[in-house]
């Protein structure tokens, strides 16, 4: 067991799959020689070789885009995209052919890869560095899409992500990425894809978040605690498939909903939730559902990043409003 | 090496067979035997009724829209003939030529043109991706597939299609690019059929040439009569073979020419001459082809007219068969998006299931 | 006083502008010597020469992307996307540059441009020419995004969309470019971006749709009225920004709510809608507020895609089982 | 035209002064002051001192991630030289030696990297985009920008800069492709500083030169010695007026160096030599054209070191101006969506200013 952060344990966890599996490959802009520019992958070309973990040509279509070939011709490709705001010259690749490969030749090909990156803001940094895809990527059918927000759920997500015969989107929180650490078993485990995960059972309002929101909205739980609210909070992991039965079943308990997000509100992924919610728990509920999500602008950057993301505090008023309604 | 030669710069066009069927250059013809041509004369015409039978049947609206090939069939036939057992082909949508060559069923063809995904779920062995309806965007999985198989230490090459109008996207020249930087074993073949729908190559792209993009990326390049079906397969078979050898990528400009529509929804008299299209009928590579196989003595104007006729009924018997195949059954739509149908798919798979019991 | 159907009133409109307005170019693929493949240009290229209206090479990242700097540098471009399913490679430059230009220039520059293009599916054809973007378009801040459903609004939103100084993504239903014809006027006019409208008024249930599935839902509402259902048919016609006023006040009527689209369902349209009706009208709410959806699939080529596609019937029953709940 | 001599192809650079400031060919010395070369220096010297200042403070953690241009000052301020008062110039994100040339204030580029939108507001008078993270996108602003100029019959001309690495992006190709086509009056600016972040060019594509991707356009191209003030404005002269003229684009390769860190984020140790930096150190830009001016008597070491003491001084009086400007203004980040605000956002706004109110 060792104590880790989750940089190092994103790290950790493909050095364990390489040193594995052979058909696993690690490639992407900077992945290489320099470990990645948030030394994601720092020391495993030296011990792979740069047959396996290798820099390529800054072109993130043809990242993707290759990846799918590899992919077809018996390896398990893990892409890294430098930040997900870098996602969309290869939005081409994943919608029309990473996502739809197997349903398109009908089971005959199939696409063992991930595609994992920085995703999600609060890090001061320039434009483009902050976007969150839950919206654009869950939409899309035929993809999973995966986001830890602990070392040790990073660690059994991104194995369950590289073995799974589907393609994985793999969100990884930058802004936790050095934010603490945990202690995280050096043997195999796996977590599975499409089962949320309830952090604090309660009774009085369900509040789902997921990525770097967690902490926060786990500290914004410490404050309703403290005037006496009880919410249960849950910890999505995966963005799509979305686990409807943990929520449907804990609203159905608290009969109150917040779903608390990054992106931008209109057609974020609030929505969803809250449809689901409406779907599955409709007699059930005492308050609107209700999302604490990102204003409909685009992320400002630093000197005005702080109006944009919410704080235990901001999400501890939201939550409040709907459990006096 | 015949890619200095024809490079890229040198504004020369490889030929081997003149319009006529005569042998320009006897040196150059490559070691085939006279039936091996045949085969892939035979190839041609398979793919030209093929092609004709489509249309016909399209126009009695029992086919949906379809690409044809006609008067590219060299260009098709001649690369994929110089293709090996393992190597993988990666079509664009306009290459039943170098399908066919390449054991792909007819029927599989005509239903995917007919409207069914089952027509893209290709036999095991058939080392072929699928149709790539975004333009250019499937070079970059032929240059993955390459890079799969130097990674695994593999001698497969890979083989990949696009047209003139695809040289223009950026997927093109991203492709081109990692090949070049990862030597991947991978030969581009553009089919330059002088149009994109209605645009032709001219106001394509200012390069004189398609060819020249390989210098882009650093590669070699060749510009060969795409009507010549020796010179195509001479091309390829170079290119592909400097690939095994682990020299890396190839670039091949088949200048050719759509003798037919874009698709069958479309009508080539809004944007081109009929003249041009005559000029290029007399350039026609099934004619060239069967003038050089009956010179040799190994073809008859017979022969010729029985085995058209012969194909011609295969081509609308596979058609029958396939018209016969009906809907698309209601699972598949469902049950191939991942390796296990997730919950709320299968929920909204029986939920339609009932709905429909509902309504009958 | 003209009758036309949809694709000759675009035609119509395109000429009207650039007529009026020599700051309008019109290009994309096959747009100017042929007039596009649904001809919705033919003829301009001859009338306002090819400096106005053109081809351009294949490449939708760079039809988009020097549309934005011809409207920087004062023209009002007018792009065509050959079909919806091809905005992929061009959605860097719609994320990137067109939806935040003003923003980032803190209102320096603005983008009056707009990038139209068929739009959905029912028209048997090849995969990629069946999309909805509703989402993929909706949850990107700082664009607008319409859809008329009529000839005559196609007009007036037309206008408006091209005489807006922001940027307008243009959503034409190609399923009823010529499905049936309507009298458009001469004369120019023009239809409110971000209004929807109340095509019947009804007690029942409010169902808001758009596009191609307009006419469908109208005669779902046929088969209802035949056993005595009132329903409150809305074409949104704009997707982004959502006109909630119109549908929140119809739902406080009707306490019912079904929203019909044909992008798929999750991380779709409708649940944007549904969680604007939590919002706006909770506590009238007589039924689970409903999707009737895509399902979350590929949408099948077209031996299947009747499988996808909702007609009246199918319409109907859904509206119903919210009516009855 | 120096495009013929040093052509994509002609694998020679552009040179016209060597590393010691000494002219190698006097006939090529462009037609201009030594007052206005002197200008120039002036420029190179205010970018070094901005960016010395800026790393400075980000080191006492003043300023967030700031990219550098030292060493690259001479193909920055030498191409912005050869712009005329109605020409655009078209960023990528490290050409502050341009911007300044251009006459953008120190204060508004501060004020970028300080984190807020108002850097990138610039006055009506000054026709340059903002710049454009993600990598070579902005060629195509540029191509309509010059597209735009040629529909309305105006004579002015694009800059536009794009680095090494960002040549193997597909937006880059279709804009070279697109510039072409319409004959576009726009230059293409490669700052081939060596490097992408970590990736060294060489890994960036197999091409021996960048500029001969211009090939796969079919536009002019030059290679040129990016550390030479004169050739740098030379050669891009030479394009704006071709382009002026209405003979289309032209693709300079300005071969040169980033002597500092990719930005303030990175540590440039990992994954490069310090030889290889310190061979470059010698062929510094900056130190070149001051023993150049030197030796022309029009400039001493003393004026020098005064001169960048100034810049230092104001360079740090501008950043203390923008670190007093404090956070962004919340009105800021809703009201620049759109020329009017819709409801919903109105109401995101409306209510977030309530309970801002009713936490303080
Ligand atoms: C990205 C993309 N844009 C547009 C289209 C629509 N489209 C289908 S075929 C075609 C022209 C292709 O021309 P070319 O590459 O020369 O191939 P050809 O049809 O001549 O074989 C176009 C524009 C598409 N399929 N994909
Ligand atoms: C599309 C995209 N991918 C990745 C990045 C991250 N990134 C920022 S700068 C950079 C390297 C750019 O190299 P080059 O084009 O040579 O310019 P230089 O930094 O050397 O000036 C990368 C990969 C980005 N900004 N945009
Ligand atoms: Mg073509
Ligand atoms: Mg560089």
């Known amino acids: ?325 | 090496m015949l890619t200095e030669q024809y490079g890229p710069l040198q504004k020369k066009m490889f030929q081997i067979m003149d319009e006529t069927g005569a042998i320009l250059s006897p040196d150059l013809v490559p070691d085939r035997s006279e039936e091996e041509w045949l085969q892939s004369y035979k190839l041609m015409l398979k793919t030209r009724s093929a092609d004709n039978k489509a249309l016909q049947l399209q126009r009695q609206g029992r086919m949906l829209t379809y690409a044809p090939n006609t008067g590219q069939e060299a260009a098709q036939v001649g690369s994929a003939a110089a293709m090996e057992k393992g190597d993988w082909l990666v079509p664009a949508f306009r290459e039943l030529g170098a399908w066919l060559s390449r054991g792909v069923d007819l029927e599989r063809v005509y239903l995917y043109w007919y409207g069914n995904e089952l027509g893209s779920q290709f036999p095991e062995d058939v080392r072929m991706l699928p149709i790539s309806v975004p333009i250019a965007s499937q070079l970059q999985h032929a240059v993955g597939v390459a890079m799969a198989s130097n990674i695994k230490g593999e001698s497969d090459v890979t083989v990949a299609y696009v047209g003139d109008g695809g040289t223009s996207i950026g997927d093109f020249s991203e492709a081109l690019n990692f090949a070049g930087v990862f030597n991947a074993p991978v030969v581009f073949i553009i089919q330059n059929n002088q149009y994109a729908i209605s645009v032709s190559r001219q106001k394509q792209t200012k390069a004189e040439t398609l060819v020249q993009k390989a210098v882009a990326a650093g590669i070699p390049g060749i510009l060969v009569d795409g009507n010549d079906l020796m010179a195509m397969y001479a091309a390829t078979k170079e290119a592909i073979e400097r690939a095994r050898r682990g020299e890396g990528p190839t670039l091949i400009e088949a200048y050719t020419y759509r003798l037919g529509a874009h698709t069958t929804s479309d009508d080539p008299t809004k944007y081109r001459e009929d003249e041009e299209v005559e000029t290029w009928r007399d350039k026609d590579p099934v004619k060239r082809m069967k003038a050089y196989l009956i010179g040799k003595g190994v073809w008859s104007e017979e022969e010729d007219a029985k085995l058209i006729e012969e194909y011609d009924e295969e081509a609308l018997e596979v058609f029958r068969k396939v018209e016969a195949s009906g809907e698309t059954k209601l699972e598949d739509i469902f049950k191939y998006h991942f390796r296990e149908m997730p919950p709320h798919l299968q929920e909204q798979y029986e939920e339609y299931v009932q709905y429909l019991e509902e309504v009958e």
């Open chain 1, 1 to 325: 067991m060792a104590v880790m952060n989750l940089i190092s344990t994103i790290n950790h966890t493909l050095d364990v799959e390489l040193e594995r599996d052979d058909s696993v490959v690690v490639f992407g802009e900077d992945v290489g020689l320099e470990g990645g520019v948030f030394r994601a992958t720092v020391g495993l070309q030296k011990k792979y070789g740069e047959k396996r973990v290798f820099d390529t040509p800054l072109a993130e279509s043809a990242i993707v885009g290759t990846a799918v070939g590899m992919a077809i011709n018996g390896l398990r490709p893990v892409a890294e995209i430098q930040f997900s705001g870098f996602i969309y010259p290869a939005y081409n690749q994943i919608i029309s052919h990473v996502a739809r490969m197997r349903n398109r030749t009908r089971g005959r090909l199939h696409l063992p890869m991930v595609i994992r990156m920085p995703h999600g803001g609060g890090i001061k940094a320039l434009e483009h560095h902050s976007e969150s895809l839950d919206t654009l990527l869950g939409h899309i059918p035929g993809l999973k899409v995966v986001t830890p927000s602990t070392p040790y759920d990073a660690k059994g997500l991104l194995l369950s992500a590289i073995r799974d015969d589907d393609p994985v989107i793999f969100l990884e929180p930058s802004k936790i990425y050095r934010a603490f650490k945990q202690e995280v078993p050096e043997e195999d485990y796996t977590i599975p894809i499409g089962k949320a995960k309830v952090l604090k059972e309660g009774t009085d309002v369900t509040v789902v978040t997921w990525g770097a929101y967690v902490h926060e909205a786990l500290k914004a739980d410490k404050l309703l605690t403290e005037e006496g609210i009880q919410a249960e909070i849950i910890d999505l992991r995966t963005i799509s498939p979305i686990d409807r039965d943990t929520i449907i079943e804990s609203v159905q308990k608290t009969g109150r909903f917040v779903v608390i997000h990054e992106a931008a509100k209109s057609f974020g992924p609030g929505a969803e939730l809250i449809a689901l919610v409406n779907e599955g728990a409709f007699l059930h509920l005492e308050a609107p559902p209700t999302r604490l999500a990102g204003f409909d602008v685009t992320i400002p950057i630093p000197r005005g990043e702080h109006h944009y993301f919410m704080d235990a505090q901001r999400m501890a008023a939201g939550i409040k409003k709907v459990v006096h309604y």
